[in-house]
Protein backbone atom coordinates (compact mmCIF):
# COMPACT_ATOMS: atom_id res chain seq x y z
CA UNK A 1 0.00 0.00 0.00
CA UNK A 2 1.99 3.54 -1.48
CA UNK A 3 2.28 5.58 1.61
CA UNK A 4 2.05 9.52 1.17
CA UNK A 5 2.94 12.67 2.29
CA UNK A 6 4.77 11.37 5.14
CA UNK A 7 8.07 13.49 6.50
CA UNK A 8 10.48 11.94 8.89
CA UNK A 9 12.09 14.81 10.99
CA UNK A 10 15.50 15.18 13.53
CA UNK A 11 15.46 11.79 13.80
CA UNK A 12 19.19 10.49 15.54
CA UNK A 13 20.11 6.62 15.33
CA UNK A 14 23.62 6.03 16.95
CA UNK A 15 24.83 1.92 17.22
CA UNK A 16 26.35 0.32 20.07
CA UNK A 17 28.51 -2.45 20.39
CA UNK A 18 29.02 -2.96 17.25
CA UNK A 19 26.06 -3.27 15.97
CA UNK A 20 25.81 -3.69 12.11
CA UNK A 21 22.28 -3.57 10.09
CA UNK A 22 22.22 -6.97 8.74
CA UNK A 23 19.35 -7.24 7.04
CA UNK A 24 19.16 -7.75 3.34
CA UNK A 25 17.04 -4.59 0.97
CA UNK A 26 17.20 -2.42 4.54
CA UNK A 27 17.84 0.52 5.69
CA UNK A 28 18.55 1.97 8.97
CA UNK A 29 15.55 4.52 9.05
CA UNK A 30 13.27 3.27 6.07
CA UNK A 31 13.07 -0.29 5.04
CA UNK A 32 13.19 -1.81 1.63
CA UNK A 33 10.40 -0.47 -1.20
CA UNK A 34 9.46 2.52 1.38
CA UNK A 35 7.63 4.76 -1.57
CA UNK A 36 4.83 6.82 -2.24
CA UNK A 37 3.92 10.53 -3.07
CA UNK A 38 5.50 13.24 -1.35
CA UNK A 39 7.95 10.77 1.20
CA UNK A 40 10.68 13.38 3.22
CA UNK A 41 13.13 12.44 5.62
CA UNK A 42 15.04 15.90 6.37
CA UNK A 43 17.77 16.13 9.02
CA UNK A 44 18.77 12.84 10.21
CA UNK A 45 21.36 11.20 11.39
CA UNK A 46 22.64 7.75 11.10
CA UNK A 47 26.06 6.35 12.90
CA UNK A 48 26.15 2.45 12.26
CA UNK A 49 27.52 0.25 9.58
CA UNK A 50 25.64 -1.51 6.30
CA UNK A 51 27.18 -5.41 5.96
CA UNK A 52 24.41 -7.09 4.20
CA UNK A 53 23.17 -6.53 0.46
CA UNK A 54 21.10 -3.94 -0.98
CA UNK A 55 21.22 -1.71 2.52
CA UNK A 56 20.64 2.00 2.86
CA UNK A 57 22.08 4.57 5.52
CA UNK A 58 18.46 6.13 5.14
CA UNK A 59 16.20 4.41 2.94
CA UNK A 60 17.00 0.68 1.77
CA UNK A 61 16.63 -1.01 -1.45
CA UNK A 62 14.19 0.10 -4.09
CA UNK A 63 12.98 3.86 -2.33
CA UNK A 64 9.69 5.05 -4.14
CA UNK A 65 9.18 1.77 -5.72
CA UNK A 66 5.98 3.05 -6.41
CA UNK A 67 4.30 4.58 -9.93
CA UNK A 68 4.69 8.39 -9.33
CA UNK A 69 6.29 8.26 -5.94
CA UNK A 70 8.82 10.55 -5.00
CA UNK A 71 11.27 10.35 -1.93
CA UNK A 72 13.61 12.57 -0.84
CA UNK A 73 16.49 12.97 1.86
CA UNK A 74 17.80 16.36 2.73
CA UNK A 75 20.18 17.44 5.21
CA UNK A 76 21.07 13.97 6.31
CA UNK A 77 24.27 12.15 7.56
CA UNK A 78 25.46 8.60 7.28
CA UNK A 79 28.67 8.00 9.19
CA UNK A 80 30.06 4.19 9.09
CA UNK A 81 31.45 1.74 7.11
CA UNK A 82 29.90 -0.23 4.25
CA UNK A 83 30.80 -3.58 4.05
CA UNK A 84 27.79 -5.18 2.04
CA UNK A 85 27.32 -5.77 -1.53
CA UNK A 86 25.45 -2.83 -3.65
CA UNK A 87 24.67 -1.00 -0.39
CA UNK A 88 25.13 2.89 0.04
CA UNK A 89 25.22 5.54 2.70
CA UNK A 90 21.97 7.50 1.75
CA UNK A 91 19.88 5.04 -0.92
CA UNK A 92 19.92 1.72 -1.65
CA UNK A 93 19.82 -0.29 -4.78
CA UNK A 94 17.38 0.97 -7.20
CA UNK A 95 16.49 4.10 -6.03
CA UNK A 96 14.14 6.40 -8.03
CA UNK A 97 12.80 3.52 -10.22
CA UNK A 98 10.66 3.23 -12.84
CA UNK A 99 8.91 6.60 -13.61
CA UNK A 100 9.79 7.68 -10.12
CA UNK A 101 11.51 10.33 -8.37
CA UNK A 102 14.39 10.00 -5.82
CA UNK A 103 16.22 12.85 -4.30
CA UNK A 104 19.77 13.93 -2.08
CA UNK A 105 19.88 17.43 -0.84
CA UNK A 106 22.39 18.29 1.55
CA UNK A 107 23.39 14.83 2.49
CA UNK A 108 26.83 13.94 3.74
CA UNK A 109 28.49 10.52 4.10
CA UNK A 110 31.91 9.73 5.91
CA UNK A 111 32.71 6.25 6.27
CA UNK A 112 35.09 3.80 4.11
CA UNK A 113 33.58 0.92 1.68
CA UNK A 114 34.95 -2.46 0.81
CA UNK A 115 31.73 -3.84 -0.46
CA UNK A 116 31.20 -4.59 -3.73
CA UNK A 117 29.18 -1.90 -6.42
CA UNK A 118 28.74 -0.10 -2.95
CA UNK A 119 28.31 3.63 -2.95
CA UNK A 120 28.50 6.69 -0.95
CA UNK A 121 24.81 8.14 -1.95
CA UNK A 122 23.24 6.31 -4.45
CA UNK A 123 23.64 2.84 -4.68
CA UNK A 124 23.34 0.18 -7.81
CA UNK A 125 20.68 1.24 -10.47
CA UNK A 126 19.61 4.88 -9.36
CA UNK A 127 16.96 5.89 -11.64
CA UNK A 128 16.30 2.93 -13.35
CA UNK A 129 13.78 4.25 -15.71
CA UNK A 130 13.20 6.72 -13.68
CA UNK A 131 14.93 10.08 -11.94
CA UNK A 132 17.58 10.27 -9.29
CA UNK A 133 19.10 13.90 -8.34
CA UNK A 134 21.92 14.73 -5.80
CA UNK A 135 22.24 18.04 -4.67
CA UNK A 136 25.28 19.88 -2.40
CA UNK A 137 26.21 16.03 -1.42
CA UNK A 138 29.50 15.05 -0.27
CA UNK A 139 31.12 11.59 0.47
CA UNK A 140 34.11 10.74 2.33
CA UNK A 141 36.60 7.70 2.85
CA UNK A 142 38.83 5.29 1.44
CA UNK A 143 37.39 2.75 -1.64
CA UNK A 144 38.93 -0.63 -1.54
CA UNK A 145 36.09 -2.85 -3.12
CA UNK A 146 35.42 -3.46 -7.03
CA UNK A 147 33.55 -0.73 -8.64
CA UNK A 148 33.38 1.74 -5.19
CA UNK A 149 32.06 5.15 -6.27
CA UNK A 150 31.57 8.40 -4.35
CA UNK A 151 27.94 9.85 -5.62
CA UNK A 152 26.24 6.99 -7.62
CA UNK A 153 26.61 3.71 -8.48
CA UNK A 154 27.54 1.53 -11.25
CA UNK A 155 24.82 1.83 -14.15
CA UNK A 156 23.00 5.00 -13.04
CA UNK A 157 20.05 5.96 -15.13
CA UNK A 158 20.12 2.67 -16.47
CA UNK A 159 17.18 1.62 -19.51
CA UNK A 160 16.60 4.97 -20.34
CA UNK A 161 15.83 6.66 -16.91
CA UNK A 162 17.98 10.63 -15.96
CA UNK A 163 20.08 11.04 -12.89
CA UNK A 164 22.12 13.89 -12.07
CA UNK A 165 24.61 15.40 -9.69
CA UNK A 166 25.45 18.74 -9.09
CA UNK A 167 28.07 20.64 -6.54
CA UNK A 168 28.68 17.27 -5.04
CA UNK A 169 31.73 16.07 -4.04
CA UNK A 170 34.15 13.23 -2.95
CA UNK A 171 36.84 13.32 -0.95
CA UNK A 172 39.91 9.82 -0.55
CA UNK A 173 41.13 7.17 -2.07
CA UNK A 174 40.17 4.24 -4.13
CA UNK A 175 42.37 1.15 -4.43
CA UNK A 176 40.62 -1.23 -6.19
CA UNK A 177 39.16 -1.44 -9.94
CA UNK A 178 36.41 0.21 -11.78
CA UNK A 179 35.70 3.18 -9.35
CA UNK A 180 34.62 6.44 -9.73
CA UNK A 181 34.69 9.38 -8.17
CA UNK A 182 31.05 11.04 -9.05
CA UNK A 183 29.61 8.35 -11.31
CA UNK A 184 30.23 4.53 -11.84
CA UNK A 185 31.08 2.94 -14.65
CA UNK A 186 28.28 2.32 -17.33
CA UNK A 187 26.58 5.30 -16.16
CA UNK A 188 23.60 6.01 -18.63
CA UNK A 189 24.05 2.44 -19.72
CA UNK A 190 20.71 1.48 -22.39
CA UNK A 191 19.69 5.20 -23.44
CA UNK A 192 19.73 6.77 -20.17
CA UNK A 193 21.19 10.52 -19.35
CA UNK A 194 24.07 11.31 -16.75
CA UNK A 195 24.86 14.30 -15.85
CA UNK A 196 27.57 16.33 -13.68
CA UNK A 197 27.87 19.49 -13.14
CA UNK A 198 30.28 21.75 -10.90
CA UNK A 199 31.39 18.70 -8.89
CA UNK A 200 35.23 17.85 -7.49
CA UNK A 201 36.84 14.74 -6.92
CA UNK A 202 40.16 14.99 -4.96
CA UNK A 203 40.89 11.20 -4.43
CA UNK A 204 44.08 9.09 -5.74
CA UNK A 205 42.70 6.76 -7.79
CA UNK A 206 44.78 3.39 -7.83
CA UNK A 207 42.79 0.90 -9.30
CA UNK A 208 42.52 -0.49 -13.46
CA UNK A 209 39.47 1.44 -14.86
CA UNK A 210 39.22 3.75 -12.32
CA UNK A 211 38.74 7.55 -13.22
CA UNK A 212 37.40 10.81 -11.27
CA UNK A 213 34.05 12.01 -12.31
CA UNK A 214 32.64 9.27 -15.28
CA UNK A 215 33.88 5.33 -14.77
CA UNK A 216 34.64 2.74 -16.85
CA UNK A 217 31.92 2.71 -20.07
CA UNK A 218 30.00 5.93 -19.30
CA UNK A 219 27.13 5.88 -22.01
CA UNK A 220 27.52 2.78 -22.88
CA UNK A 221 24.86 1.13 -24.76
CA UNK A 222 23.27 4.14 -26.43
CA UNK A 223 23.52 6.62 -23.41
CA UNK A 224 24.30 10.31 -22.85
CA UNK A 225 26.69 11.54 -20.12
CA UNK A 226 27.93 14.96 -19.47
CA UNK A 227 30.28 17.24 -17.49
CA UNK A 228 30.30 20.52 -16.64
CA UNK A 229 32.35 22.51 -14.77
CA UNK A 230 33.93 19.67 -12.90
CA UNK A 231 37.69 19.27 -11.28
CA UNK A 232 39.53 16.17 -10.43
CA UNK A 233 42.56 16.36 -8.32
CA UNK A 234 44.51 12.87 -7.62
Known sequence: IPMNN??????????????????????????GYFGGSNIIVDSCHVEGD???????????KNAGSTSGSSVTATNCTFNGNITGTYAAGIFG??????????TA?????????????????????????????????????????????????????YNGGSVTATNCTFTGTATNHYSGGIF??????GNGSATATNCDV??????????GIFGRSAGYSGGSVTATNCSFTG
Open 6 to 31: ITIKNVTIITSNGAVLSVTNAGWLCG
Open 50 to 60: LSNAYNGGIFG
Open 93 to 102: RNAGNNGTTA
Open 105 to 157: TNCTVNGNITGTYAAGIFGEKAGINGSAIATNCHVSGDFTGQYNIGIFGRKAA
Open 184 to 189: GSESGY
Open 202 to 211: SANFTGQHSI
